[in-house]
Nanobody, 120 residues
């Protein structure tokens, strides 16, 4: 069983930055999703096992950056220029395929989530 552990969430003012981390060992494609209260879980960003492919949701393109350090078994989501509408629980997910996946069904393992709150 793969265990994913997210960290780095918190409260930040609009325009601020946060960096989320997800610790996971294995040759997985990794993704970040988010879920706001009363809404569906939405795709945010994904990165392949090699780091050579990335993909972003339009809502975060140019503001968020996904990266990984395989030596540390960690995936990061750098979030800049945060907006109140970015407020959500953020989940990291692992895909056994090792590829970039943009839908939740493409992932095999999920973390417990970390809360990000952006105040206006």
């Amino acid at each position: 069983q793969v265990q994913l552990v997210e960290s780095g969430g918190g409260l930040v003012q609009a325009g601020g930055s946060l960096r989320l981390s997800c610790a996971a060992s294995g040759r997985y494609g990794m993704g970040w999703f988010r879920q706001a209260p009363g809404k569906a879980r939405d795709f945010v960003a994904a990165i392949s096992w090699t780091g050579g492919s990335t993909y972003y949701a339009d809502a975060v393109k140019g503001r968020f950056t996904i990266s990984r350090d395989n030596a540390k078994n960690t995936v990061y989501l750098q979030m800049n220029s945060l907006k109140p509408e970015d407020t959500a629980v953020y989940y990291c997910a692992a895909a056994v395929s090792g590829l970039v996946r943009r839908v939740s069904t493409g992932y095999d393992y999920w973390g417990q989530g970390t809360q990000v709150t952006v105040s206006s």
